[in-house]
Structures are given as C-alpha cells and as structure tokens.
C-alpha cells in the first residue's frame, strides 16, 4: 500500500508560480509511474503530467505544456509539479497519482494509489 502527501498549493495571482509537492511512504517508489491530476467544482477530474520510474519520459496535458515542470527524486520518494504563468483556469485541487505499470498514462482509472490533494487558487 502507497500512501502519498501531497503539499505546497495555496492562493496565487495569475501569472505567479508554485511547487507542489508529493511525497510518498513506499520505498519501491521508484518502480512505479507517478501523475498529477486536478479537479475543479463541478468538473472532472482531469489529467495534468505524468512521470516515467526514472523520470526519463514525462507527458503532459496540451493545456499545461510549456508552463508546468513534473520532475522526481527517488532519492527521496517525491514527486513535484512546478507550476509557472499560472492562469484563473488551473484553479483546483491537484492529487498525485501511482501507477505500477509502464505506461504514462493520462487516464486516472489506470493509477492505483492517490493522495488526498491540495488546493490551487489562482486569482484574477
């Protein structure tokens, strides 16, 4: 069982930036692929990046590409999404996500372990 905290959101002005944070218990943390998601009130939740074992591959929503960084280090089971230009439209709460598999995939039925998730306001 993988247990994941997230942290690091909070209330920003659009154009601001923000790290979160995703640390998790399991010491094979390496061994499986790790995503962000969000969801915002009234909407489903959607894909946001995902991460390779050894962070060589990353994949990410086209609504994000250019503005958000996902890294990782296994070193210390944790996973970050860095978030630059921030918009009003990635308000949400953001969960980080594990995956067993292979694939980096954008579909969260594909994850098997998830984090609480942390609130992101952006302001206008």
């Known amino acids: 069982q993988v247990q994941l905290v997230e942290s690091g959101g909070g209330l920003v002005q659009a154009g601001g930036s923000l790290r979160l944070s995703c640390a998790a218990s399991e010491r094979t943390f390496r061994r499986y692929v790790m995503g962000w998601f969000r969801q915002a009130p009234g909407k489903e939740r959607e894909f946001v990046a995902a991460?390779?074992?050894?962070?060589?591959?990353?994949h990410y929503a086209d609504s994000v590409k250019g503005r958000f960084t996902i890294s990782r280090d296994n070193a210390k089971n944790t996973v970050y999404l860095q978030m630059n230009s921030l918009k009003p439209e990635d308000t949400g709460v953001y969960c980080c996500a594990a995956d067993d598999g292979v694939v980096l995939s954008s579909r969260p039925t594909q994850y098997d372990y998830w984090g609480q998730g942390t609130q992101v306001t952006v302001s206008s």
């Open positions: 991460i390779s074992w050894i962070g060589g591959s990353t």
